[in-house]
């Protein structure tokens, strides 16, 4: 006679959970008494618009109510920042919140999500989360390839992620490319274009993605005001894109998700072209400036369209990613471990103000002129 397994004596995650890799965010510890840098999180080093904080200043008398379920007043001023349609914008908290409701709307268990071989850790999460299978598309010298996105491509693909530029290796696909894998793609298979770090890049041969949305059923944009806007605390997400997606986001999100302090900031920071010219001008001034140091220490380091660099260590004679982390934490210098990303031998730099750019340049000077430190059991 056959029995029934008993049932589990505790409440059981669903199958797939357990294979997710928590994201850790960029430490924030350094050596005791050692005035921390941190370098490691891409944030802005000029900080929110001075109009930021006036439109925070008076919002204490309204915390006892809730928002505008709807953030009317942050979409708008981002249409009329970009010349777009305020019903194909949905805000998030965060573009992390906007990235995972996607997936979850749009992909299953038994569904295939590609994303690149270095792509933001988020998407790759967010694909176990809702139960598919995340496809890796390998990159060609650190940059997403479209003839590897599209050979992997198959009946039961449902979503497709790029980050342009890219976290965090800092490269960038011409818009040409970009259009190309949209067209190429089946109907039906929606493309996620995460252009976090667009305001960074000035070169002629990028587009962030909004005329490609604005043209086709199966493509979102998503952007954030954690960069160059100087808002990461405030976690500030926004996406354009097709009516019927907006919809399907607006239907599954939550009924609140963006809090008063967010829309109040979002909407003074879109509108303050100033801060973003200066927060631009300041990464022109002194990515290249780092680039030009560092890499004369003996870095390699890569060329990047956004707000950080991703240095690759030698590895010779102890001088490696490690070693070099241990050294600068000493120092108070903290940049990003690239392990998780399957890059052990890179750190990620963020461009920083000009103190924090001058210290990390000395201290990679002095670790590179160093003796190798002994080698740790």
């Known amino acids: 006679m056959q029995h029934d397994a008993a049932p589990p004596n505790r409440p059981q995650a669903r199958s797939g959970i357990d294979r997710i890799e928590a994201y850790v965010p960029g430490s924030t510890s350094v050596a005791p008494g050692v005035r921390a840098i941190k370098l490691s999180s891409n944030e ?3 900080g929110p618009s001075p109009a930021v904080l006036a439109a925070l200043a008076d919002l204490g008398s309204e915390l006892a109510l809730y928002p505008d379920g709807e953030a009317k007043k942050l979409r708008q001023a981002i249409a009329r920042r970009y010349g777009l349609d305020a019903a194909r914008i949905v805000c998030g908290a965060g573009s992390d919140e906007l990235l995972t409701m ?3 709307a749009y992909a299953g268990p038994g569904d295939e999500g590609i994303i690149t071989q270095y792509g933001f850790l988020v998407y790759k999460i967010a694909l176990l989360a809702a139960g598919a299978s995340p496809i890796i598309a390998p990159e060609v010298d650190l940059t997403v390839n479209v003839d590897a996105i599209l050979a992997r491509v198959t009946p039961r693909t449902k979503i497709v992620f790029i980050a342009n530029p890219a976290n ?11 259009a190309r894998l949209a067209h190429a793609l089946p109907r039906h298979v929606l493309l996620v274009l995460d252009a976090a770090y667009c305001e960074y890049v000035t070169r002629n041969d990028y587009a962030a993605g909004l005329e490609l949305v604005a043209n086709a059923h199966n493509v979102v944009m998503t952007r954030t005001f954690s960069k160059i806007h100087g808002l990461a605390a405030l976690r500030i997400g926004w996406c354009y894109a097709p009516a019927e997606v907006c919809d399907v986001l607006n239907r599954i999100r939550g009924p609140f998700n963006m809090n008063k302090a967010a829309i109040e900031a979002g909407a003074a920071a879109i509108a303050d072209v100033d ?17 030009e140091n560092l890499t004369s220490s003996g870095i390699e380091v890569l060329p990047s369209e956004t707000n950080f660099l991703l240095l690759r260590l030698p590895g010779t004679a102890g001088h490696d990613a490690a070693a070099a982390d241990r050294f600068l934490l000493q120092r108070g210098l903290i940049l990003r471990r690239m392990d998780a990303y399957g890059l052990p031998d890179c750190l990620r730099l963020t461009v920083g103000d000009e103190v924090a750019n001058r210290l990390v340049v000395e201290a990679f000077s002095a670790f590179m002129a160093a003796p190798a430190e002994p080698a740790h059991a």
């Open 44 to 46: 802005s080093p000029l």
């Open 102 to 104: 996607l997936t979850h």
């Open 168 to 178: 965090p290796t800092g490269s960038f696909l011409p818009f040409a490319e970009v």
């Open 275 to 291: 801060h973003q010219a200066a927060a631009l001008a300041h990464n022109q001034r002194w990515r290249p400036w780092l680039a």
